[in-house]
């Protein structure tokens, strides 16, 4: 089984930019995903991308200010954040081996999560 690896949270402003990365240990799977879980709520999709990066799945929120990317080489995954709004603030979590939907919170793996807090 894969082991995850998210870094790169932090405490920014709004406007600010973030990069996320996603280490992985073993092998993935074709599509691997970004999910935010904010407060009390469920994990939400962010963004995924398949193994030579040419799909991608986003939300409109995340549309032109996310950019999400795979070095196959690093076996890691990559999540940059421009323009960050106070409404992206949770944790992040990197997500392989889908059993449903890219954009569903069923994978298999999943890594520990790192915060992003943006304040206004």
């Known amino acids: 089984q894969v082991h995850l690896v998210e870094s790169g949270g932090g405490l920014v402003q709004a406007g600010d930019s973030l990069r996320l990365s996603c280490a992985a240990s073993g092998p993935t799977s074709d599509i691997m995903a970004w999910f935010r879980q904010a407060g009390g709520k469920e994990r939400e999709f962010v963004m995924a991308i398949n193994r030579n990066g040419r799909s991608t799945f986003s939300t409109s929120s995340n549309s032109g200010r996310f950019v999400i990317s795979r070095d196959n080489a690093k076996n890691a995954m990559y999540l940059q954040m421009n323009n960050l709004k106070p409404e992206d603030t949770g944790i992040y979590f990197c997500?392989?081996?889908?059993?449903?939907?890219?954009?569903?919170?069923?994978?298999?793996?999943w890594g520990q999560g790192t915060r992003v807090t943006v304040s206004s």
């Open positions: 997500a392989s081996n889908p059993r449903g939907p890219a954009t569903r919170n069923t994978y298999e793996s």
